[in-house]
């Protein structure tokens, strides 16, 4: 049982460069979010999506940019990284009217 | 600024002690208040979690207490364990949704 599965656990990209982080749930849970994970932050919201099509932004959506084309995955794209998207990055998804988050093992970003 | 304040930002306890968070929030419209646990390299877990409906919910070891008026709550651990040591989260959401988090405590529990 997968769970949520994300990809790469670990990635460094130079200033300017472009990457997408992967996010797949096995779970056909409708609810799926991004997070990312700073020392002395806690979790702040990057975007989330209620369901295929349909995505919202959370606390700190600048520079990220998502879709949603499929139940299954909520993939999380940089255009232009900057050093300041340091951080660990967490996908998360949930049951419909359930408020347990399932959260993957999460990425590492590391821009230079 | 976070709509979810927690503290302490680390806590130490010995085994066998009690260990307590504490987080306050501002937006009355919360519903739905969760713990999380995380250990290293690993992403977060649900813990435990209360409604607003409730003052305090128990699950083995352990406890939320809830405060509506004060816009308080917090978790209890007893008989802490050196397993328990992890970074634990609060957190607040409405309708499911949007959920946000507190800044975190490290837990230390000394054997």
């Known amino acids: 049982n997968a769970g949520v599965t994300q990809t790469p656990k670990f990635q460094v990209l130079k200033t300017g460069q472009s990457m997408t982080l992967q996010c797949a749930q096995d779970?056909?849970?409708?609810?799926m979010s991004w997070y990312r994970q700073d020392p002395g932050m806690g979790l702040r919201l990057i975007h989330y999506?209620?369901?295929?099509?349909?995505?919202d932004q959370g606390e700190v959506p600048n520079g990220y940019n998502v879709s949603r084309s499929t139940t299954e995955d909520f993939p999380l794209r940089l255009l232009s990284a900057a050093p300041s998207q340091t951080s660990v990055y967490f996908c998360?998804?949930?049951?419909?009217?359930?408020?347990?988050?399932?959260f993957g093992e999460g990425s590492r970003l590391t821009v230079l | 600024q976070q709509q979810v304040k927690q503290s302490p930002q680390s806590l130490i306890v010995q085994k066998g002690g009690i260990s307590i968070i504490n987080c306050a929030y501002e937006?009355?419209?919360?519903?739905?208040f969760p713990w999380y646990q995380q250990f290293p390299g690993k992403g977060p877990a649900l813990l435990i979690a209360?409604?607003?409906?409730?003052s305090e919910k128990k699950e083995g070891r352990f406890t939320i207490s809830f405060n509506k008026s004060a816009k308080q709550f917090s978790l209890h651990i007893m008989d802490s364990q050196p397993g328990d040591s992890a970074t634990y989260f609060c957190?607040?959401?409405?309708?499911?949704?949007?959920?946000?988090f507190g800044a975190g405590t490290r837990l230390t529990v000394k054997p």
């Open positions: 937006n009355t419209a919360f519903d739905y």
């Open positions: 779970m056909n849970h409708e609810y």
């Open positions: 998360a998804s949930r049951a419909p009217a359930a408020g347990e988050l399932f």
């Open positions: 999506s209620v369901g295929a099509g349909i995505t």
């Open positions: 957190a607040a959401s409405i309708n499911n949704n949007d959920m946000r």
């Open positions: 209360i409604r607003p409906d409730v």
